[in-house]
């Protein structure tokens, strides 16, 4: 639809290109549009839904671009896009793990500690779980630490200057250090098979008479899925995330995820935000926001690896998605610096692994909260998601994240 009041559209190029699982599979162009201003007219684009492979997640993005440079802008850009999810009519599910196909996995119960270790691809592994966190408080592969804090829960964002205009920092606050100050009741161990162990948590939270449970599926290729349900309960506000955080090397210095991009996105502010397969520097994955606030989140993530120079890593998966950020801080630097150059920049990464974030709102900035349906509002929730070390002779970590765990409920 043609909505100049004055030009045609024939200074204009249609493109369009048929992407799965971010990666482009088909391309082209298409002759420009002869249409008079508020003319409408039909399009065929011909992408071939045969090319998409079994079971991946395809999108078709259609763009118009400048034919030739004009005084505003040079041939080529994009006067404007959209991307439409395609549904290829077939649906596979990934490659399953037998249990006899995984190597076996080392239990060691200690006063405590829960000890688990395997033979991953990524080399020699070993998980511990804390007995007082209920948390993975370490995660080594070959030697190398994965994580450098504990993987905990996190119900807390930094505030947006919409919430402080909506006064969410008072009215919310009850959730700001919940996950800190969580009490752990029990902890189970279960083993499932030689390959297999699963750990169960429970516990209070300080927000009136909320509860949380983790529950970490563990097998001897070192994935771990984690389930993670929050029930709260009392007279309680809105949630400001519902999620779980740790720290991570700042030698994993290279951040690659399939899901919006490249830029940063928000539950009511993602449409603008394309699916793809991006990568950047961990560092540059923030926003400096003149006054410190939330900054970085990617939605609709199916995975994500945090990685060394050379590729190695950690790989998280969404089950089926998650959102993420990180941060060359902790979210107290975030919180308790006035301007951005009073931010400091840690010897490691903070990173979140959420189930979601509530809206950014924003039709004022005086007091207008997010609109009902971009808010947690307290009731149950449960998301899970994976997380495996990573290297690249182990190959796309679609696939990777696409692998189905027996028990786990992948």
């Avoid at 009215?171 to 996950?179: E, F, I, L, N, T």
Wanted: hydrophobic share 40%.
């Amino acid at each position: 639809q043609n909505r100049y009041s004055f030009v045609g559209l024939g200074f204009l190029t249609p493109t369009w290109r048929l992407s799965c699982n971010g990666q482009t599979v088909q391309q082209g162009e298409l002759p420009p549009p002869a249409l008079d201003p508020g003319k409408s007219a039909e399009l065929a684009i011909p992408f071939d839904l045969a090319l998409a492979p079994a079971g991946a997640q395809c999108h078709l993005t259609v763009g118009f671009a400048l034919r030739e440079a004009t005084r505003w802008a040079e041939a080529g850009h994009v006067v404007a896009w959209e991307q439409f999810p395609v549904d290829t009519g077939v649906t596979a599910p990934g490659a399953a793990l037998a249990p006899s196909s995984m190597p076996e996995l080392d239990l060691v119960e200690t006063d405590g500690a829960v000890i688990l270790g395997g033979a991953s691809k990524a080399g020699p592994f070993e998980i511990v779980i804390g007995r007082q966190s209920g948390a993975i408080e370490s995660f080594t592969v070959d030697g190398i630490q994965l994580i450098t804090s504990a993987l905990a829960p996190n119900y807390w964002r930094v505030p947006i200057d919409n919430d402080v205009g909506n006064k969410m920092p008072a009215r919310c606050g009850v959730w700001r250090r919940a996950g800190r100050d969580r009490r752990l009741l029990c902890l189970a161990v279960e083993r499932l098979g030689p390959s297999a162990v699963v750990v169960y948590t429970h516990g209070l939270l300080p927000a009136g008479d909320s509860r949380y449970s983790i529950i970490y599926s563990v097998f001897g290729t070192g994935d771990v899925v984690i389930t993670h349900s929050l029930i709260p309960a009392g007279r309680l506000p809105e949630i400001p995330r519902i999620g779980m955080q740790m720290e991570i090397p700042s030698t994993f210095c290279t951040t690659t995820w399939y899901g919006r991009g490249p830029h940063e996105n928000y539950w009511d502010r993602k449409t603008g935000a394309r699916f793809g397969v991006y990568s950047m520097p961990t560092a540059d994955l923030v926003h400096p926001y003149c006054r410190p606030q939330e900054t970085g989140n990617r939605c609709d993530t199916r995975w994500v690896v945090f990685a060394e120079p050379d590729g190695t890593g950690l790989l998280a998966a969404g089950m089926p998605t998650i959102e993420f950020s990180a941060w060359p801080c902790t979210m107290d630097d975030l919180e308790s610096a006035k301007h951005v150059h009073e931010v400091p920049r840690r010897e490691r990464f903070t990173v979140n692994l959420d189930y979601r974030q509530m809206g950014v709102g924003g039709d004022n900035s005086w007091g207008a909260k997010p609109h009902p349906e971009y808010t947690l509002y307290p009731m149950p929730y449960t998301y899970s998601f994976r997380i495996r070390p990573y290297t690249p002779k182990m190959g796309d970590p679609s696939a990777i994240a696409a692998l189905r765990l027996p028990w786990a409920g992948s």
